[in-house]
């Protein structure tokens, strides 16, 4: 529970470390303080006959006392938080900067939801380990520590009886957190069982309620629930007995101490204010222990958390030979070349390019057609600088794109990606991702370029209007207007389209079909194609089977020398 | 309040366990207060150095207490747990029951898997209303009444100033905080979804990101949300620090000022010296049952805001009123529609406009459109999900509105297009639409589903757990799934809606031929944006924004060249 990966994250917030392990020791401290002067002040007035006077000075050192204490508790939960926030805050920074390094082709292959959930929620669970459970334990270590050295020369007995159940705590807590963890586990199995099957229930009430069997679920959830209820219990049962023995060892020693203490006061050998001070320093000693039980889940589930999230900053991150300095100035035309180029996914395991070379001239359209697999995303995701080139190079105006600066590439690429991803923000600084600077009226100019105007201005809030996840809700005809409009914000020389496979609603794909065409005036296009209409028009068709070009040219030339190409063609055009 | 008093009623049967609890709950913090009191009076006593007899019977009762503390705890967390679970339980089932009054039409709004999760999470914060807005109140009203009982046999000061603290620290307090965290809470939660929304973006828009050069960007931007949230935090903390702080001195400060008042008492001979201590450790221990209070009115409010969602819910009329009298069923499946139009709210557009087309029995009709065009709206009335105002629906010669309900439904087989898998066995996910199948009934659907080769390579064959939404099947696999149950439960009329939305190419294409299987000597209806084997469709229905615009088969439509010739030319036009 005590992660070291975890601690290490502390290093750079030591003061604050430190001044937390303080406080917890001097709030231990005061605890015993407090006990003593009590004990002073009864003892004093019950015994010693003191009246008000002759206790006086006692009870406002007792009150400072206190105030005291509440201000050390208050500074505590105040600098632990803080410590956790600084960690938090480091700890994702590092998440994103390894993802962001390990770039969206590994994400992409990854279970987006599991990624999203360390980001927010594992990281998030780091804050009780840190806020909570981490000054928990130092208290537990320390307070009883302090306890035990006031009490050891005070009466051997007692001390005997805390050092003797001391380690049983412990000894029983980790007993008992395996066994707590076990049933809580067990627990939120049977919790999460009951509500798969309840939400199971109510996702499928529609099949229920047409086949007539909806009625007779109320019965099953009712059985159910009473089912799992018996079953629970009886592991809980069992399970809850450790919880007992850990509450007798506390209540029956601090019973034990007050017997023995007892008895001895009967027989003189200690006096009233020392037993009084014991019998009040027992529970102050078993106290923190207990308490760090209710901390352990977020103990437990911090260094869940960690595991995850040490998973991916440990990640390899992928051999990268970019050694780009070289800066691009804004072209005027871009024309590029493929030179012999392979990629390999998965450390070489899986070739998707194998050898490829063709050319683009400024102001040529190129359409990418092949099956799924035959590497066509492979070659936009190397223009996109994703990763580079196992073999190969990739000439920009005959600058070998590796030695170019990233920023200064990306800025003259413009993309159009087959779903485009709309960001929880406004729908202005959505299309703004095409260039940051822009103004409202650069933005809405781009728009109306992308026949997106219309349709902007009927959201409730215009250009100001929140989209993406959480916001308000586009078609995929509207998205793909707005990754257009971004395309004509940024304005690159080249334009990196790709596709999508299937338009459903010939409205919204003729307003696409335009502003696209508009687009792609005076610039250099790749498309990924998939649609004939699109491919009969491009300069060059290039035909990609398997990773390697089986044959590429324009669309009359390819259906002369009836290879693949006239293949595809003609099959589409017999089902017609 | 209101709120308050239907959530009590809806414990039912479940209030003695929950009693049980409470009460348990009482005599652990009671058991604590009597093992301090009990050990200052033994220690106090035995000062006085009188003989060993008198002290016995402190020293028993120390003993005792020190063993009963922990045999309640134990009772009142096994029987908290049972109540827990029968909470959930009954809550359910009462949610349940009445969502089944206002399905489908009501459920067809949220789609979502998402809702419906949010859902069964608000169920399951409502049991925290009973065991943690509900409980704490109770212990500690009892325990505090008992204490000050106690209190009172030595002097009615003390029982004031207990009361004090706890008006202080039980009520005061968590009122000041719930009221000065509400104005920062607004700010936290928005900044929070601001977070997270950022955090999701990253990694779903990570091609974007990436290709835009944003990255760098996007870690800043997200560092600064960061640290506005953290900042935000801070001050929340800083205030439940002071309040942790302040209920510390709170405590404390009643047991000083209960000494404060007992001094001069001892002096004056009107307290006796020996019951000081206990009095202090009376007072001290008896807080045990107040402190779970501030927790209360943070899971009050959070306690309060699902159960309003929920009651919002079920409070909402059935979209149909259940029909447990009329036809019951007709021989006759010819469907004739006259002139129907629809909204789904009185504000609403209309989604359907004066359709009108007849299907006679044993026929196929094909119905076809762009997404919104009003297909699947059209199927929800032929249902009875919902019921039309503008227009008449004929089945059989029989206006739908005449027929009983269930009855009617059941002259209709449905294969849509994520036919929902209950996580059961195949075999009980296909006997769903006749339980009482025989065997042989069962064997020659799953051959005529095409479903028996499969099954065979299954270990557990038709036994086997298809998982949660039947995660563990392949789209073909789950369509033959409904389709089989379709073919069980051989009503006359088949509706399938989009059946092989999602499918490959491949897959489709089989699951089509089987589809032809099921068709056969069954009056059908097609719903599809798909425009595939309609050729052997014996009528096809255009629409577009809930209007007719073209009727005829396949051929005709081709050569009009309107909608239906357009739409096939786009899906047609694909490499």
């Known amino acids: 529970m005590v992660d070291k990966r975890l601690m290490e994250q502390i290093k750079h917030h030591r003061q604050q470390f430190f001044l937390l392990v303080g406080l917890g020791f001097g709030g231990g401290v005061l605890a015993v303080l407090q006990a003593d002067f009590l004990a002073k002040i009864i003892n004093g007035v019950f015994l010693a006959r003191l009246d008000w006077a002759g206790v006086s000075s006692w009870m406002a050192i007792l009150f400072a006392i206190m105030i005291l204490r509440s201000v050390f508790v208050w500074l505590i939960e105040v600098t632990a938080h803080s410590m956790a926030a600084y960690i938090k805050k480091d700890i994702r920074q590092q998440i994103l900067a390894s993802l962001f390094t390990l770039g969206p082709i590994y994400i992409r292959r990854q279970q987006t939801g599991e990624l999203v959930n360390v980001l927010v929620e594992g990281v998030e669970n780091l804050e009780p380990y840190f806020a909570k ?228 001239r400024p102001g040529e359209t190129v359409a990418l057609v092949g099956g799924s697999g035959s590497g066509k995303s492979t070659i936009a995701s190397l223009l996109l600088a994703f990763m580079s080139p196992d073999k190969g190079n990739i000439f920009i105006n005959g600058i070998n794109l590796a030695h170019i600066k990233l920023e200064d590439w990306l800025s003259q690429v413009a993309f159009v990606p087959q779903s485009p991803h709309l960001f929880y923000n406004s729908v202005a600084d959505n299309i703004r991702l095409g260039r940051e600077s822009a103004t409202l009226a650069e933005v809405i100019e781009a728009a109306k370029n992308a026949g997106a105007h219309d349709f902007i201005m009927s959201l409730p809030d215009a250009y100001d209007t929140l989209v993406g996840e959480g916001g308000h809700g586009l078609s995929g005809g509207q998205g793909k207007r707005l990754a257009i409009a971004r ?87 017999g089902e017609k | 309040m209101s709120v308050v008093i239907r959530l009590i009623h809806i414990i039912g049967s479940s209030w003695l366990t929950m009693v049980m609890a ?91 898997g998402e809702l419906f999760s949010a859902i069964v999470g608000d169920v399951e914060t409502l049991k925290e209303f009973y065991l943690r807005v509900l409980a704490p109140p109770f212990i500690a009203i009892l325990v505090v009444i008992g204490t000050c009982l106690f209190l009172a046999t ?62 760098r960007r996007q870690a800043q931007r997200i560092a600064e949300l960061e640290e506005r949230v953290a900042g935000l935090q801070g001050r929340v903390v800083n205030m439940t620090g002071m309040v942790d702080a302040f209920g510390l001195l709170i405590v404390n400060g009643t047991v000083w000022l209960v000494l404060w008042f007992a001094i001069p008492l001892v002096h004056s001979g009107q307290l006796e010296g020996i019951y000081l201590a206990v009095v202090a450790l009376t007072v001290q221990s008896g807080f045990e049952a107040v402190l779970p209070l501030p927790l209360a009115v943070h899971y009050w409010s959070e306690s309060m805001a699902a159960a309003r969602r929920l009651f919002a819910i079920v409070d909402r009329t059935p979209a149909v009123l259940n029909k447990t009298e009329g036809i019951m069923a007709s021989a006759d499946a010819t469907i004739k529609v006259e002139g129907l139009s629809f909204r789904y709210h009185e504000q609403g557009t209309e989604v359907l406009r004066d359709i009108s087309f007849t299907l ?51 002259m209709f087989s449905v294969v849509s297009q994520q036919s929902h898998m209950f996580n059961a066995s195949i075999r009980d996910n296909i006997l769903l639409a006749k339980p009482d199948a025989s065997d042989i009934e069962f064997q020659q659907v799953l051959e005529s589903a095409e479903l028996s080769e499969w099954m065979k390579t299954l270990p557990q064959g038709c036994n086997t757990m298809v998982g949660q939404n039947g995660y563990a099947l392949s789209g073909g696999q789950r369509q033959r799934i409904a389709i089989a149950r379709a073919l069980l439960r051989n009503a006359p009329i088949l509706i399938l809606d989009e059946p092989t939305v999602g499918l490959d190419a491949l897959t489709e294409e089989a699951i089509m031929g089987t589809i032809e299987k099921l068709m056969e000597g069954r009056t059908t209806i097609l719903i599809t944006h798909r425009l595939t084997g309609l050729q052997n469709m014996d009528d096809i229905l255009v629409l577009e924004a809930g209007v007719l615009v073209e009727q005829g088969s396949q051929r005709e439509l081709l050569a009009r060249e309107g909608l239906f010739y357009q739409l096939w030319h786009l899906q047609h036009d694909v490499v």
């Open chain 1, 487 to 573: 395309a004509f914000l940024q304005d690159a020389p080249f334009l990196l389209l790709d596709e999508a496979t299937a338009g459903l609603d010939p409205q919204n794909e003729a307003v696409i079909d335009e502003a696209l065409h508009r687009l792609m005036q005076e610039r250099t296009v790749l498309i990924i194609a998939h649609r004939l209409t699109t491919v009969y028009k491009a300069n060059c068709i290039v035909v990609l089977h398997e990773g390697k070009i089986t044959e590429a040219g324009p669309h009359d030339e390819l259906m002369k020398t009836q290879g693949l190409y006239s293949q595809l063609v003609l099959a589409f055009r």
């Open chain 1, 133 to 360: 459970f981490l000054p928990q334990l130092f208290t537990a270590v320390t307070v009883p520590l302090i306890v035990l050295t006031v009490v050891f020369p005070l009466d051997f007995t007692t001390a005997i009886i805390l050092l003797v159940t001391a380690p049983l705590i412990p000894i029983f807590m980790t007993f008992i957190g395996r066994t707590a963890e076990e049933v809580n586990k067990r627990q939120w199995e049977t919790l999460s069982r009951l509500s798969a099957h309840f939400l199971d229930v109510l996702q499928g009430l529609t099949v229920l309620k047409i086949f007539g069997r909806s009625i007779e679920q109320i019965q099953v959830i009712h059985r159910m629930s009473s089912e799992f209820r018996d079953k629970t219990l009886g592991v809980l049962k069992i399970a809850f007995l450790s919880a007992l023995v850990l509450e007798l060892v506390a209540t029956i020693s601090t019973a034990l101490v007050a017997v023995s203490i007892g008895l001895k006061l009967l027989y003189s050998q200690i006096d009233f204010h020392q037993a009084f001070f014991l019998l009040l320093l027992a529970p102050e000693f078993y106290l923190p222990l207990r308490q760090l039980g209710t901390h352990f889940h977020a103990g437990m589930a911090g260094s869940a958390a960690a595991e995850r999230i040490f998973a991916i900053l440990s990640l390899p991150k992928t051999r990268d030979n970019r050694s780009g300095e070289m800066s691009l100035p804004r072209q005027q035309q871009v024309n590029i070349t493929f030179e012999n180029v392979h990629y390999a996914y998965d450390d070489g395991e899986r070739p998707a390019l194998k050898g490829v070379s063709f050319t683009m």
């Open chain 2, 22 to 112: 409470g009460l348990f709950g009482c005599l652990t913090i009671a058991s604590n207060i009597g093992l301090m009191a009990a050990s200052a009076y033994l220690i106090s006593r035995a000062a006085l150095h009188p003989s060993i007899m008198e002290l016995s019977v402190a020293i028993v009762g120390v003993r005792f207490f020190g063993i009963s503390r922990a045999v309640f705890r134990y009772l009142e967390r096994y029987v908290s747990h049972d109540a827990t679970f029968r909470l959930l339980g009954t809550v359910r089932v009462w949610f349940y029951t009445k969502l089944e009054g206002l399905a489908p039409a009501r459920l067809l709004e949220w789609r979502s």
């Open chain 2, 154 to 215: 030595f002097n009615l000061l003390f029982v004031y100033v207990l009361l004090g603290g706890v008006v202080l620290l039980g009520i005061l307090l968590p009122i000041i905080v719930s009221i000065v965290q509400k104005s920062i809470a607004e700010e936290l939660v928005a900044g929070r979804t601001q977070m997270k929304a950022q955090l999701v973006d990253s990694i779903t828009g990570i091609v974007e990101l990436a290709a835009f050069g944003q990255t």
């Open chain 2, 360 to 410: 006679t029995s044993g026929h196929s009709l094909a119905i076809v459109g762009p997404s919104g065009a009003g297909k699947s709206t059209l199927l929800y009335l032929l249902l009875r999900f919902w019921d039309y105002d503008q227009g008449s629906i004929w089945l059989g010669g029989h206006e739908l509105k005449s027929y009983h309900s269930q009855k009617l439904r059941n």
